[in-house]
């Protein structure tokens, strides 16, 4: 969306240099902060809670990334969310076998994923629109289906997975699940000629088109994968909370974009990785943990998480603007000399 | 040269002759729509258009329409504001607060103070866009954050109740003249100037360029960053003043005040014809695909839908009013290149 | 020990045990210090704002140290990340308006374990999730009251509609589902329940919802609003409508709220507790709770402060109180 092009080339390599490093700088500071101002945040208890608190938004910015990073968008994730909390319920109480269950809510998300996909790829339409329109569309399904019915009471060995945790560590049942998941989307972004391609689209999309990227299947396929680990976050949340619910995950759509923005995925395609995003959900994650624990009120953390993101952006363009104009000074006063050298002669 | 639908008609139209011409032209489709959808409501259920049932239309179009007017300068600039509605959340409780600290404030006053407000907020948003250069979609999204929770902070659990607001003021959400609310001229007011000066004036014209075609924009010798910052500033000062008028209309106003509405807005927009890649749309097609929206829920409730279909059925009118639009681009413009969403 | 002296001590042992028995039972007295932590549904909601400063009031008055954290939205999963954070900074006790009765229940289960005592407020979780439930108000008594409210202004006739907060809001759901039954007695026969819309507890949708539904059920007799913020934005829009006089209004509100509108006559009567008490009574529960007097169980009795002495029923619910009924000629004696 923005309209500037001079300096990007700067730009980009002043982010492909340091921003996640950048990143993980914060981080330390984040978790060396944390330690210091309580002696509570680093206990084995505490770091679960904080792992398990943002799961599902971190599940959701996976796809979402690669999504971002060939220059759509999609709005939709949390309303799937919902979509398959509703319908694992409702299967639920209608005593469908869980294990169909869990399948059927996958497939459904997998569905949902294929609408988005089909309007944006096949219709050429705008992927915020639609998914602006999906997101009500989808959230509408789920009142649908569950109206003001709140299903409870899931199998005892399915939500010991939402709250418990993998055995002799501290790491969270869910997360393991966001931690295999982000290992295969990083192989797949950075080690495969998929990545590289998806790169290519966002990068620029005619050439992509040019090029022989089968452009249209690529981004089909992303909005599918967007739309069934949507509904695999909807049934991590079902289980953690032992609650299906129409209106379960309202608004994690914002989240999940601003981590994937802070991730250092850019907005006009092409650029970020997977670690970025991992990164950024940890140092949100971290940061909500020790505002909570500190007691700060809750209306902060929004301001927090607000200007990160606005950071995030605001300061590696600073810096190259910076480097830039630097630069060209430098180069002036080269042409000048350069200019009065040649006069003199 | 601008896309507007008039450069569309010499090309196009073969074939549904009239018909053709006149589903292009979204402003008359939009109003074909709303008189579709009345006559069908009304055969069913008289009471639709019954005096006060209009008056409720009225007034409940009016400020999403009026926000409608800031986001569809956004958006023909192929930018977007996604702060709006925590903008209107904050200058609403500020407008409520004067009136509580401040009794016997004059009422003009208090519109100055929130539009003024409103214009400092977007002043923000501006500058970080434009001399910033972070993508509007990151910097409002950012801002929606920021703001609301400045509300919050500032707020907390309290609220300004209608008791504490003078009748004179409330009067501008229940009064009305020849018929129509005065919340709703106010909107109708702005509307004209808007329609005027996005036409009519080298400033509005210049929206429409940096949309259809940012590099072409630069080279025409438009300042691009002063025209974006300028849109923004002019969507954060209506949306103070909607903010303003959110109180009137509703008397109560608590942290919570238009929490949501962005997407609304958006959706009216884009449903009134302004194409969300930039360059295409008018502000009065805009403003009735707000009043379409509105009819359209109105209808809904008239017709005695449950309420938990409402939100889908909403969804789903925005789908099809986007591909209804992409099925009449590509129709006309058959080979012509294909503009990718870049948000 | 000389004989007097003996008998004086004896007699003052006697007259202290006895005192102790009148005023506390085997009370042991109540511990200060206790570090108490405050989750309402969302901090932004002026009824829970009044709710939670009734709490505070209470941890002043018996020199706890109370605070309040929270939300900012209601989804079910919104408070838990506060009860993990009071487990891990080891509070005394927890009292918290549970957005969702089954959601919280594993979280609160592992403060229980922890030695964290759990009194919830306003909005109950499943019992095993807490040792004590502050009810502001008998759950059935507000459905059959209010429909009783209705029924007497209406005649015992007509359509009337409901408008409740969310759709998910267990506290509405349930006085919802007391109306029903309620209805279902044959001095309702005709009564018919058109419509329940849902206002999100905003003002603004539920104000375009009183509105729609006005439009939509041309013969509306009545409607019940079972919350503060939509019985409010209610009696807004039928205030400045042609609906007024004409459409009966009641349902759960404050008196500062709507006093405007009782003295208008767009509302007749309307109910609620105080807000403040419920918090209030909910520390006292609390403190009692932390300080060994009650484990919850039915039939033991606390003494509560301003509020005189109350027992626990079954399931560990401690009701409050029959609510306030306002009116015309009482509402100016309560300002909440």
């Keep these: 969306m923005s309209q500037n092009q001079t300096g990007t080339s700067t730009r980009r390599l002043a982010r492909r240099v340091s921003w996640e490093t950048m990143l993980a700088g914060l981080l330390a500071i984040a978790i060396l902060g944390g330690a210091l101002v309580n002696r509570d945040f680093l206990t084995v208890e505490n770091w679960s809670n904080l792992l398990a608190n943002f799961v599902e938004i971190a599940l959701m910015a996976l796809p979402l990334s690669l999504i971002v990073i060939t220059g759509e968008i999609d709005l939709s994730v949390a309303s799937i969310l919902g979509l398959s909390s509703s319908l694992l319920g409702l299967l639920w109480e209608a005593k469908v076998a869980m294990p169909l269950a869990i399948l059927l809510c996958l497939l459904l998300g997998a569905a949902a994923g294929a609408l988005n996909g089909f309007l944006i790829v096949r219709f050429r339409l705008p992927s915020l629109a639609v998914t602006i329109g999906t997101l009500a569309l989808l959230r509408g399904f789920a009142y649908i289906l569950l109206g003001d019915k709140a299903v409870a009471d899931f199998p005892p060995e399915y939500t010991a997975f939402g709250i418990g945790v993998i055995p002799f560590t501290f790491i969270p049942m869910p997360f393991a699940l966001f931690i295999i998941l982000a290992v295969v989307f990083w192989i797949l972004l950075h080690h495969t000629t998929v990545g590289r391609r998806l790169y290519a689209i966002g990068g620029n999309q005619t050439a992509a088109l040019f090029s022989g990227v089968d452009l249209k299947r690529l981004k089909m396929l992303l909005f599918i994968a967007s739309g069934a680990i949507s509904a695999l976050a909807g049934i991590v949340y079902t289980f953690r909370f032992s609650s299906s619910r129409a209106d379960n995950g309202t608004g994690f759509e914002l989240s999940a974009i601003a981590a994937v923005f802070l991730g250092g995925v850019t907005v006009q395609g092409g650029k970020g990785t997977v670690t970025g995003v991992v990164l950024s959900l940890l140092l949100i994650g971290i940061i909500n943990n020790v505002l909570t624990l500190a007691d700060v009120a809750n209306e902060i953390l929004r301001i927090v998480t607000g200007s990160l993101l606005i950071a995030s952006i605001l300061l590696p363009n600073l810096i190259a603007s910076t480097r830039e104009r630097w630069r060209v000074r430098q180069r002036l006063r080269e042409i000048a000399k350069f200019g009065a050298a040649s006069t003199a002669k | 040269m601008f896309p507007t639908h008039k450069n569309e008609f010499k090309s196009g139209s073969t074939g549904l002759g009239w018909l053709n011409v006149f589903l292009r032209s979204r402003e008359a489709s939009l109003v074909l729509l709303i008189a579709v959808l009345t006559t069908v409501t009304t055969a069913l259920n008289p009471r639709f258009l019954s005096p006060q049932s209009l008056k409720d239309l009225m007034l409940n179009v009016s400020i999403i329409a009026l926000l409608v007017l800031g986001q569809t300068v956004i958006i023909l600039m192929r930018q977007i504001d996604l702060s709006i509605s925590s903008i209107v959340g904050i200058t609403a409780f500020l407008s409520g607060t004067l009136f509580l600290n401040h009794p016997g404030i004059p009422s003009l006053v208090v519109v100055a103070i929130a539009i003024l407000a409103g214009l400092l907020l977007g002043a923000i948003n501006a500058a970080l866009i434009a001399w910033g250069k972070i993508p509007a979609l990151i910097t409002t999204l950012g801002t929606l954050y920021i703001f609301r929770g400045a509300n919050y902070a500032w707020v907390h659990g309290r609220q300004v109740n209608a008791a504490n607001v003078p009748g004179s003021f409330l009067a501008i959400g229940t009064a009305t003249f020849l018929g129509i609310p005065i919340l709703t001229w106010i909107v109708l007011i702005l509307l004209v100037i808007f329609a005027i000066g996005l036409r009519q004036y080298r400033a509005g014209r210049e929206y429409y360029a940096i949309g259809s075609n940012p590099t072409a924009a630069v080279l025409a010798g438009i300042n691009v960053s002063r025209r974006i910052a300028t849109g923004f500033a002019i969507s954060g000062a209506i949306a103070g003043l909607a903010g303003a008028l959110w109180l009137a209309r509703f008397g109560t106003v608590d942290a919570t005040a238009g929490e949501g509405i962005e997407l609304t807005v958006i959706t009216s927009t884009v449903v009134g014809g302004v194409a969300i890649t930039g360059g295409v749309g008018t502000v009065v097609g805009a403003v009735l695909g707000a009043l379409l929206l509105s009819v359209f829920s109105s209808t809904l409730v008239f017709l005695r839908v449950p309420s938990f279909w409402q939100q889908a059925f909403q969804g789903a009118m925005l789908l099809l009013a986007i591909a209804l639009d992409a099925y009449l681009a590509h129709r006309h413009a058959m080979r012509s290149r294909v503009k990718w969403s870049h948000v | ?336």
């Design chain 3, 1 to 336: 020990m000389n004989p007097r002296a003996f008998a004086q001590t004896f007699v003052a042992v006697l007259s202290l045990t006895g005192l102790g028995t009148i005023g506390y039972g085997q009370d042991k007295p109540i511990k200060k210090d206790l570090k108490i932590t405050c989750v309402p549904k969302n901090i932004n909601n002026p009824y829970m704002v009044t709710q939670s400063n009734g709490a505070m009031d209470a941890c002043k008055e018996l020199g706890e140290q109370g605070k309040v954290v929270g939300p900012s939205e209601t989804g079910a999963s919104a408070q838990v990340p506060y009860i993990n954070t009071a487990i891990t900074q080891r509070q005394n006790a927890i009292l918290i308006a549970a957005n969702d009765p089954n959601a919280l229940v594993p979280y609160l289960k592992k403060a229980m374990e922890q030695k964290i005592k759990v009194v919830t407020l306003d909005s109950d979780t499943a019992p095993e999730g807490r040792s004590i439930f502050i009810n502001q108000a008998s759950a059935e008594g507000i459905g059959q009251s209010l429909v009783q409210t209705l029924a007497k202004a209406i005649g015992n006739s007509g359509d009337f509609a409901i408008l409740s907060a969310t759709p998910n809001a267990t506290n509405q759901n349930t006085w919802i589902k007391y109306m029903q039954e309620e209805l279902k007695k044959p001095e309702y026969k005709d009564m018919k329940l058109v419509k329940i819309a849902y206002g999100n507890d905003e003002d603004q949708k539920s104000f375009t919802e009183t509105q729609g539904l006005l439009q939509a059920y041309p013969n509306l007799k009545g409607i019940i609003s079972p919350t503060s913020v939509g019985i409010a934005a209610a009696a807004r829009y039928i205030s400045t409508s042609p609906y007024k006089g004409k459409v009966v209004l009641t349902g759960l509100g404050t008196p500062n709220q709507l006093r405007e509108f009782v003295k208008d006559g767009t509302i007749k009567e309307f109910e609620l507790w105080k807000p403040a008490d419920v918090g209030y009574l909910a520390a006292y529960a609390a403190a009692q709770l932390c300080s060994g007097n009650i484990q919850g169980k039915e039939g033991e009795t606390f003494s509560a402060g301003k509020l005189g002495n109350r027992t626990v029923g079954k399931d560990g619910v401690v009701l409050l109180g029959p609510p306030t009924v306002f009116n015309a000629d009482n509402i100016d004696q309560f300002n909440f």
